[in-house]
């Protein structure tokens, strides 16, 4: 009996592929029928597939950069036709697919050429005589391997040409792409952290509490002080896992959202068109309440809501268990452990995140000082002084090793130190603050309030054209708020691309505002005023 080398993928280290889509076919029966249509077709919207694995088949295992490909690729598509179970590479191919699909979520759309389903899924009809050949040819772990990538993949949703198109080959290849462009422009990774240190152990502990081999619906929590790293370790895990559900969706930064007024009915649509893809008109928060019961109670979707500290957030969005279908999970970040409380968290689904330590410190300080993961010898004493005294919170490593990148005069160096000893272990916005304080001029610093108190979601070029229209120059000044780690712009669905800022940080901009207008408006009416102030802009 052969060995074919079955256990290959069993270990996925985030394999790289240059492909969007994998086809995985029998050539003889539709590389030049079907397959070519589909694979040109995909070309045309210019979706790179890979269609040439019969180039990587050698001697009886598969080819490691076949591997890589599959591994990498974000979708696969195998096409069953009558003479499918007959080569043992189509086989092959699709028991790696079956370990991508359970182990990495990758995507599988299965097509159903001239065969039924049923015959796919229990190895009847035209698969029964080739798998009693395989029998007796292959390991009989080998042939297990195979029946059981046959019964998963063959149940998922997928197209049945006769059934789905009366047997339109045509029809059912425009249907595919229009799936596969659907699954590829919804399925894109939230922007993840530049240095990613620590996250490994943090993804791991959130995915045990997630248990993703339950079938019931989930709340799971993420508590903590602001600063500590909530949002990047949901991003991390959403990316991780959101093409394991049907429908996803990341609500970012809930509590400054309602406080901009963007209110809760909008982000009840959002959470909507993410999740089911269709822009749904929701009157008011009560009828939002039930649609999203509605449509997504049946539905095994991902639900991340980022920094709620209102149990009205909660009540609008994610109410109860009973609104998302089996499987479904939701995480929610917040500071407030009575949030959790009120989603009826248990204590052991709560995660809290530890500060770095002292060492992970040390390291993601010199990356963001020096891009380097050690400070060089002249400064480790400096740098390993700072990382000590900033307490292991990534924001406020971040924040000040980004200040700290461009300054080599070790006097500043020291005064910063300095600076850092005299502020007590918990008042994170006073060491922030010490970037701020050391801005070049008060242009910057004028920049960088009107951006915490005005501008957060607007679209970069927006705001630029604003500050441009009033006599200003502000291009190099945001080059250096960027590079200080105090704004960042990032990409949103819609393709914008819009300014954000921690929340941490935001707050002590807006302070300082109040803090030089201590006989002005209170901090209500500010953030009111200058609300009203970007909306007739934007206007």
């Known amino acids: 009996m052969a060995d074919l080398n079955e256990d290959s993928s069993s270990a996925f280290s985030s394999p790289y592929s240059k492909y969007d889509v994998f086809l995985n076919f029998r050539g003889a029966d539709t590389r030049k029928n079907f397959t070519d249509f589909l694979h040109k077709a995909l070309k045309n919207e210019g979706i790179n597939d890979f269609i040439d694995s019969e180039n990587l088949w050698t001697g009886e295992a598969i080819d490691p950069a076949l591997i890589r490909t599959i591994e990498g690729s974000k979708i696969a598509i195998p096409v069953f036709s009558s003479g499918y179970a007959s080569s043992k590479w189509c ?6 697919i079956h370990d991508c699909y359970k182990s990495n979520g990758q995507i599988a759309l299965p097509i159903f050429l001239d065969v039924e389903p049923s015959y796919v899924r229990n190895q009847t009809g035209s698969f029964e005589g080739p798998f009693q050949e395989h029998e007796r040819q292959f390991m009989p772990q080998i042939v297990e391997n195979w029946r059981e990538a046959l019964r998963v993949i063959g149940s998922l949703k997928g197209w049945v040409l006769n059934k789905d198109t009366n047997g339109d080959q045509a029809a059912l290849v425009e249907l595919v792409v229009k799936r596969v462009l659907d699954e590829l422009n919804s399925n894109i990774h939230l922007v993840a952290c530049k240095y990613p240190i620590g996250i490994d152990s943090h993804i791991n502990s959130l995915l045990s509490l997630l248990n993703s081999e339950s079938n019931d619906a989930k709340f799971v929590g993420i508590c903590g002080f602001g600063g500590i790293g909530k949002t990047t370790i949901a991003k991390a895990v959403y990316n991780r896992i959101f093409s394991n559900f049907k429908g996803h969706s990341f609500l970012s930064d809930i509590r400054e959202q309602i406080i901009r007024c963007k209110g809760l009915v909008s982000l009840q649509k959002q959470l909507l068109k993410d999740t089911s893809k269709m822009d749904i008109d929701i009157c008011d928060y009560h009828r939002g309440k039930h649609l999203i019961k509605q449509r997504l109670c049946k539905e095994k979707v991902l639900l991340v809501l980022d ?68 400070p060089p010898d002249d400064y480790m004493q400096l740098s390993q002084d700072v990382a000590w005294y900033l307490g292991g919170l990534p924001l406020a490593v971040e924040v000040l090793g980004s200040y700290l990148s461009d300054v080599r005069d070790k006097e500043v160096w020291k005064s910063t130190l300095q600076s850092l000893k005299e502020i007590p272990d918990k008042e994170v916005q006073r060491k922030l603050r010490i970037s701020y304080n050391n801005l070049e001029d008060e242009y910057q610093k004028s920049l960088f309030l009107d951006f915490a108190c005005t501008f957060i979601g607007c679209d970069k070029e927006t705001v630029i054209s604003i500050w441009e229209a009033c006599g200003y120059y502000p291009k190099s000044a945001i080059h250096r708020l960027i590079k200080r780690s105090l704004i960042k712009f990032e990409y949103k669905e819609y393709g914008d691309c819009c300014l954000m800022m921690h929340d941490l940080i935001r707050d002590m901009g807006r302070r300082i505002v109040l803090e030089e207008n201590l006989m002005e408006p209170s901090n209500g009416e500010i953030l009111q005023l200058l609300t009203h102030k970007v909306r007739c802009l934007r206007v």
């Open 91 to 96: 086989l092959q191919e699709l028991s790696l």
């Open 307 to 374: 920094d709620v500290d209102d149990k009205e957030h909660l009540d609008a969005l994610a109410g109860e268990l009973n609104w998302f279908g089996k499987g479904s999970r939701v995480i929610i970040t917040t500071r407030d452990e009575h949030i959790l409380d009120v989603a009826k968290v248990g204590k052991d689904k709560i995660y809290w995140p530890q500060e770095l330590n002292y060492k992970e410190s040390l390291q993601l300080f010199s990356l963001h000082a020096f891009s380097m993961n050690q």
